[in-house]
């Protein structure tokens, strides 16, 4: 069952993609104590990504911070290389915090996989935003499949 407002964030850890390289982040770092706003995409640099998922959050940045966000993180199916240069060409420096879950356990741990293998990409993360509170999750927003209506920084921005 996909995760839900109420549940705790499942302990584990991603990979961080940084500009020193790779390094290993547990989710209980990343959550605990602090509110953060962590969103799901398929695919860097796939179209509806690239052009509205990413870009969304990076223009609601200030605003969700104002409102008391201590950290955004973007999360990925892909490595850490890949999501490094995906901020790079996004043009993000320090706002969106870019997470590797190489081998979707993260994902499949919130029961947010999605099976695009027949389309040659494997076992990807449904697109989604969650909002959470000291590693409790307060919010959820996952997208029906071709759909970006409730994961948009707009429509956490409005949520929290």
Do not use: Y
């Not at 020193?20 to 602090?34: I, M, N, Q, V, W």
């Not at 999605?114 to 990807?124: E, K, P, Q, Y």
């Amino acid at each position: 069952m996909p995760i839900q407002a109420g549940d705790t964030i499942p302990t584990t850890t991603l990979t961080e993609a940084t500009a020193e390289g790779p390094r290993e982040l547990s989710t209980d770092a990343l959550f605990g104590g602090k509110t953060v706003v962590l969103f799901g995409v398929p695919g860097a640099f796939t179209p509806t990504c690239s052009a509205k998922h990413l870009p969304s959050f990076l223009e609601s940045a200030e605003a969700l911070k104002a409102k008391g966000v201590d950290t955004i993180a973007c999360m990925a199916v892909n490595d850490a290389f890949v999501l490094r240069a995906w901020a790079k060409e996004q043009g993000i420096t320090n706002e969106v915090v870019m997470l590797a879950d190489g081998a979707a356990a993260f994902t499949k741990a919130l029961g947010l996989e999605l099976d695009l293998t027949a389309r040659g990409m494997g076992v990807r993360c449904q697109r989604f935003a969650l909002v959470a509170k000291d590693g409790k999750v307060t919010h959820v927003g996952v997208e029906q499949p071709g759909a970006f209506e409730v994961s948009s920084g707009q429509a956490i921005l409005a949520a929290i």
